[in-house]
Structures are given as structure tokens and as C-alpha cells.
């Protein structure tokens, strides 16, 4: 499966491509190999948390970055990124850009409609009751 991952790079700090190459992958910059990252836990820790602080897609990039240097299984990956998340300074990984996507969070909204619907109800109630 083709996938566009964007990771920034420890060794060129650009955000650059994830390439696959004969089961590696590679910064598309400067040929950077992610997959001896696997050999050094401390520093994929790094580069991870360090994509997780980018915006937008940053948190699921580190997730699919993990899952394939450590060949994790997504779930896994995913639940491992969470937590280090979560040991390093809570990084809000639900809520990527603004506090706005509050008002995209469906049970939210439906919250809502509910509360204007019984308010809109009060006041007819006190008009014609
Ligand atoms: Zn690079």
C-alpha cells in the first residue's frame, strides 16, 4: 500500500517524505534511513515526539512512522505513541489544530441542538402556555 507520510527529519529538519526502499525507509531529502532507528529506541523516542508537536497529520505521521521502523502492528503503534505523548508534557494529540474542532465533535454539536431545541421549547411554553 501507498501511503504519503510526511516526518521531520533529525538529520536534514526538513519535513520530508517517507520513501520506502527494498523493506527501509528514507527521508526523500537527504536519504536519511529511519529504519536503524530501530536499533536506537532513545532516538526514535525523539523523532517521534518531535512529530507529534508538528500540526495537522504530525501525531499520525509518528504513529505510522513507529508502526513501520519497529514493524508494530497499528494498534500497538498507536497505543505506544499515546503514551509517550502522555509522558511527555500530555502533547494534545486529539486536538492537532484549534480549539475550534470542538464545534466538529459530533456528540458535542448534537449537545447542542438539543439545548437550543429545549430553550426555543421553554419559550414557546411561556408565550402560549
Ligand atoms: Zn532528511
Known amino acids: 500500500m ?3 507520510i510526511y ?6 529538519r526538513e519535513n520530508g ?3 520506502e526502499r527494498q523493506g527501509k525507509y528514507f527521508c526523500a531529502n537527504c536519504m ?3 529504519t536503524q532507528l530501530n536499533d536506537d529506541r532513545s532516538k526514535l523516542d525523539e523523532v517521534l515526539i518531535e512529530n507529534l508537536q508538528v500540526k495537522g497529520f504530525g501525531p499520525l505521521f509518528a504513529i505510522a512512522l513507529y508502526e513501520r521502523v519497529t514493524l508494530t ?16 508534557n500530555n502533547i494534545e494529540i486529539m486536538e492537532p489544530t484549534s480549539k475550534l474542532d470542538l464545534l466538529k465533535n459530533p456528540i458535542l454539536l448534537i449537545f447542542i441542538v438539543v439545548f437550543v431545541i429545549v430553550i426555543i421549547g421553554l419559550a414557546l411554553l411561556s408565550v402560549y402556555g
Do not use: G, Q
Not at 498507536?78 to 511527555?88: G, M, T
Open 2 to 4: 501507498k501511503s504519503t
Open 73 to 88: 502492528p497499528p494498534l500497538e503503534a498507536r497505543d505506544y505513541v499515546f503514551k509517550l505523548a502522555e509522558d511527555n
Open 32 to 34: 536519511y534511513d529511519y
Open 17 to 19: 517524505l517517507l520513501i
Open 7 to 12: 516526518i521531520k527529519c533529525p538529520e536534514c
